[in-house]
């Protein structure tokens, strides 16, 4: 048996009503692709207003909003030109401001994306920093002279390919870009830059928001002396999401992100929310050692709430390997907390990363019990609750720049923002009346809403089913985690709160297995738990008989 086991006091902090975080199911919309309200092939603010019921009725706890700050969409709103804007496309600030007062009218909390660690070209802080090296806003941005030789003052790469530094010719200084050059970092060595995104973030808690994700939270400071990042092997294996094709992998990003001078800010953010009660911080952590940078980043109770993992956003497939994602994180974690997520609107959609083409519903449908089973709360991105595949998205219709500069092997992030199939009946499945801004690809309108409404059985409805059944079950929300050693293909562990002790079982083949469990569980004695959605799996003494995808759970007893 392993000795993955938490009993931390988070456990009784997480009933208190500003603590609503903890354990929480977050649903992920990408404003671009959840609904168009006016015809112009883009979803907006309105759009999503029209269509929080749905979410609501999936039983979700909040929504997180990606992007919809003015952007001139060089990377679709990662590049905000103003952070106290509304980019037209997708309507008005009181558009926003209504999709908060139905989100809150429907129960459900709303947390909007920040985009701190870098800005667009076209803000108005960096084309005054771009002036001269005495403008008022000089020291904003990370400015360098070149090497004598005129090449960039060291080796550090964007993750988009190829160096993270820009020639100015006006002010005949290079600028540091982590991603596009067309997205300069801000300077967080300067205390005003750090005080003016405060401010910044300040005024959407003053418009109601619940909380924030944090776009790369741990990029926000660079080594001041400029050093050259090590080479890495490319071949490795890696937790932070780069893959070899990128040549962003041949380094081991020490001196460009993950500085420790990042944590004073976090706690200067952290101060900020805590005058709002109940508001929360989610933080996207990329990072080698990203279960270390995780508890350091949310110990403590002073700096972030949760941090969002990557672990389980990869290509890797297996029972072994989820299992030890979670012990990893699980060992360093301590009082932190973690946001598990499979998809997101940065990868490949998980049934199709992970079952291949023509995956099952049904792998869908274990994929949603087994995330939302794990210790911490749950990002589910817009679809994933359908079981949505990732679209083929031919060369001339993409638009991610990421896609376009890497190019075949690296396909970009067009085929996980696809919109929402709303219904097959429809032209653009019920998304818009006009043609998307991505095509919508037919296997898609057979996993309408619509459709999937009607179906008792559809991955949709047993997702809604399994989220109702989980919310009477507090050591799913809450509760420890121990997990078992048991043959691949399956996932087993126990969920302990208050004297609850609940297993866990999931099949992730699609051969029916049987699961033979330690006798000191007392499966034998316990009782197995009904009315999630799944076909019940058969017990025999202490072996569990579960079918293909199949899902058990069992509560245990004190």
Not at 265 to 286: A, K, N, S
Not at 309 to 326: K, M, N, P, Q, Y
Not at 437 to 461: F, G, M, T
Request: aromatic share 12%; glycine share 8%.
């Amino acid at each position: 048996m392993g000795d993955t086991t938490k009993t931390d006091s988070s456990e009784s902090a997480a009933r208190r009503p500003q603590d609503w975080w903890r354990g929480a199911i977050i649903y992920q919309i990408y404003p671009r692709s959840f609904f168009d309200s006016n015809g112009d092939g883009i979803g907006d603010l309105p759009g999503i207003a029209a269509r929080l019921e749905y979410v609501a009725r999936l039983g979700v706890d909040a929504v997180w909003l990606s992007p919809f700050f003015r952007s001139p969409m060089k990377d679709f709103g990662y590049d905000v030109s103003d952070y106290r804007a509304v980019e037209p496309i997708f309507g008005t600030l009181d558009d926003f401001d209504a999709v908060v007062q139905k989100g809150h009218q429907l129960g459900l909390k709303i947390i909007i994306d920040q985009v701190l660690n870098h800005s667009s070209d076209q803000h108005s802080w960096f084309r005054d920093s771009r002036q001269s090296p005495d403008s008022a806003k000089a020291d904003w941005y990370v400015w360098a002279d070149p090497k004598p030789d005129g090449t960039p003052p060291n080796n550090w790469l964007s993750y988009f390919g190829g160096p993270a530094w820009q020639w100015d010719s006006h002010r005949l200084q290079y600028y540091f870009h982590q991603f596009l050059p067309s997205q300069p970092d801000l300077n967080f060595h300067n205390r005003e830059v750090q005080y003016q995104l405060l401010d910044e973030v300040e005024f959407w808690l003053k418009r109601g928001v619940d909380g924030f994700r944090l776009d790369t939270v741990n990029m926000y400071t660079h080594d001041k002396e400029l050093r050259d990042n090590p080479p890495s092997d490319p071949g490795g294996t890696r937790v932070d999401g780069v893959v070899r094709q990128n040549p962003y992998a041949y380094q081991h990003h020490i001196y460009d992100k993950t500085r420790p001078e990042n944590i004073d800010f976090l706690r200067r953010l952290r101060q900020l929310l805590d005058r709002y009660p109940g508001t929360t911080t989610v933080g996207e952590i990329g990072a080698e050692e990203a279960a270390k940078v995780m508890a350091e980043y949310t110990s403590g109770s002073d700096k972030l709430h949760m941090g969002y993992a990557f672990g389980l956003l990869t290509r890797e497939f297996s029972a072994g390997h989820i299992r030890r994602v979670i012990e990893s994180m699980e060992r360093e974690i301590g009082d932190g907390w973690l946001c598990w997520s499979l998809s997101n609107h940065d990868v490949a959609r998980v049934v199709t990363r992970w079952g291949g083409a023509g995956p099952q519903p049904e792998l869908a449908k274990v994929l949603s019990a087994m995330l939302l089973s794990l210790r911490g709360s749950v990002c589910i991105y817009q679809g994933e609750e359908l079981g949505l595949t990732e679209a083929e998205i031919p060369y001339h219709q993409m638009q991610d720049p990421y896609g376009l500069n890497l190019w075949p092997e690296i396909k970009g992030r067009d085929g996980c923002r696809t919109p929402m199939p709303w219904t097959d009946a429809e032209p653009h499945a019920g998304f818009s009346s006009a043609r998307p801004w991505l095509p919508i690809p037919d296997e898609h309108r057979a996993l309408s809403v619509a459709r999937q409404e009607a179906e008792a059985d559809s991955v949709l409805s047993v997702f809604r089913t399994f989220v109702n059944w989980r919310r009477g079950i507090p050591a799913l929300r809450l509760g420890s985690i121990e997990l078992l050693d048991v043959p691949e293909p399956v996932l087993a562990f126990v969920r302990s709160h208050e004297g609850e002790r609940i297993l866990a079982l999931f099949n992730l083949s699609a051969t029916p297995v049987p699961a033979t469990l330690p006798d000191h569980l007392g499966v034998e004695r316990g009782r197995t738990l009904a009315g999630h959605g799944f076909a019940p799996a058969r017990l025999s003494n202490t072996t569990v008989e579960l079918s293909r995808y199949g899902v058990y759970f069992c509560h245990l007893g004190t």
